[in-house]
């Protein structure tokens, strides 16, 4: 049986720590599937097509992650695609808290699938979208928070 890990998010944008994220854990599985969210009731900075974009181009040279947009719940999206995994990154205890609630959920809704975390490196721990998009909204240069060589104008 494949190893088959979804990764979600909205990835608005993405940022040096689900790059790092996702790089530290392709040995772990056979594929990973970066999948994009999407929720019409959302504001986003990024088009959508931006954001597979951007992350297309950052996992560009790895052919184990491949990157796709689902709608409605991830479990859902998991079963669709085979998924037997899903990969969340933890920055805090406090994400690990909220992480922790829908996994079991999760594993409630669909009992094959199982959460596996990944601690961020300390250096990324306080980068997350938010903030990136509050230093671009601004006006900042917030190259040095996300993948190298992404192009972050609208």
């Known amino acids: 049986m494949k190893r088959i890990a979804v990764f979600p998010g909205s990835f608005d944008p993405i940022t040096k720590g689900h790059e790092d994220i996702i790089h530290r854990a392709v040995p772990l599985f056979d594929e990973i599937i970066v999948a994009i969210g999407t929720n019409s009731s959302k504001n986003y900075m990024f088009s959508l097509e931006k954001r597979l974009d951007m992350i297309r181009f950052t996992f560009r040279n790895d052919p184990k992650v491949r990157v796709e947009t689902y709608l409605g719940m991830t479990v859902d999206y998991c079963k669709e695609v085979g998924a037997n995994y899903l990969l969340r990154g933890l920055r805090t205890s406090a ?17 094959d699938l199982d959460t596996v975390f990944l601690l961020s490196l300390q250096e990324y721990s306080a980068i997350n979208s938010t903030i990136v998009r509050d230093i671009l909204i601004n006006g900042g240069d917030a190259q040095r928070f996300v993948p190298e060589g992404l192009d972050l104008s609208k």
Request: overall charge negative; glycine content about 0%; charged content about 25%.
């Open 95 to 111: 994400d690990f808290e909220f992480e922790r609630s829908i996994a079991h959920i999760n594993q409630t809704l669909v009992p």
